[in-house]
């Protein structure tokens, strides 16, 4: 009888042993697949040229309209506050946009609109006879990564592109 008890403890430590084993195989699969914690991606989608004059040789007034998008693939969503998106011509800044404060949900893409109003009287007029205006912008989301409402953890969404404005056409090719 005693020996019957002890195969059924044993057998009984086997199991939990077993489902021990099995528990802590599926915590660290969670672990390192839906707990690990990306930066967002930021990047233009659409942009459109509007409102473009020149009012003498080295001067470029002109409108972008560009679609922003906000791409984040976490299991939480991100929350950022108010940032700008900057457009530089030859690493001088000549135009800003307002990015208000938003949240883009878990594994989501958020889109919005900006409007950036670009002025500057510094434009080479080679580029101006060439008919392409190369144009850098820049931008920097800096927020948290919610996660299950327990886990907030600080990231932040860059980008940085070169996009050549055809003054011909107004296409811009990103």
Do not use: W
């Not at 939480?76 to 900057?86: A, E, I, L, M, Q």
Request: hydrophobic letters at 45%.
């Amino acid at each position: 009888m005693a020996k019957e008890d002890s195969k059924r403890n044993t057998k009984c430590l086997a199991y939990v042993a077993a489902f021990v084993v099995f528990q802590t195989i599926i915590i660290v699969v969670f672990a390192l697949t839906v707990m690990r914690i990306k930066s967002p991606k930021l990047r233009f989608g659409a942009v459109a040229v509007e409102n473009f004059s020149t009012a003498n040789t080295n001067s470029v007034s002109m409108t972008l309209n560009a679609q922003v998008t906000v791409k984040n693939t976490n299991f939480g969503h991100f929350k950022y506050p108010n940032s700008t998106v900057t457009i530089f011509y030859g690493g001088m800044a000549v135009g800003e946009a307002f990015i208000p404060s938003g949240r883009a949900k878990a594994r989501q893409t958020k889109k919005f609109n900006v409007t950036v109003d670009i002025t500057s009287a510094q434009i080479s007029s080679n580029d101006i006879n060439s008919g392409v205006l190369t144009l850098t912008s820049e931008a920097k989301l800096s927020g948290k990564v919610h996660l299950m409402k327990v886990i907030k953890k600080k990231k932040s969404a860059e980008m940085s592109c070169t996009m050549a404005v055809n003054l011909a056409t107004r296409a811009v090719r990103i």
